[in-house]
Nanobody
Framework: VVTLTESGGGSVQAGESLRLSCTYF????????LGWFRRATGKERDGVSG???????MYVNSVQGRFTISQDSARNVLYLQMNNLKPEDTATYYC?????????????????WGQGTQVTVGT
């Protein structure tokens, strides 16, 4: 079992930055892929970014060049640096950990999820 806790959400204006953190604890042998997802009100859960133990990284097109995913494996923390935020980035952001996969933006391979942190971007 792996438990995850997100932090770092908040309310900002367009163009500003936030850094989300996800601290995870559990059986490291089950940690292969780590990802960030988001769900805006009334919309489906979407993959934002993911990273796996092979070093592969993926971003959804809408955040490419603005968001950066990183991992501090020594401290068991996953980060999402979000720059130049836009109102359309407003959502609840979730971190997730799961099975080996190259489909890092699809939620099916992920079997452990955090509780979410709210990001609100004003105009």
């Amino acid at each position: 079992v792996v438990t995850l806790t997100e932090s770092g959400g908040g309310s900002v204006q367009a163009g500003e930055s936030l850094r989300l953190s996800c601290t995870y604890f559990g059986n490291s042998a089950t940690i292969y892929s780590l990802g960030w997802f988001r769900r805006a009100t009334g919309k489906e859960r979407d993959g934002v970014s993911g990273i796996n133990t092979d070093g592969e990284i993926m971003y959804v097109n809408s955040v490419q060049g603005r968001f950066t995913i990183s991992q501090d494996s020594a401290r068991n923390v996953l980060y999402l640096q979000m720059n130049n935020l836009k109102p359309e980035d407003t959502a609840t952001y979730y971190c997730a950990i799961g099975h080996p996969t190259r489909h890092l933006l699809e939620y099916i391979p992920y079997n452990y999820w955090g509780q979410g942190t709210q990001v609100t971007v004003g105009t």
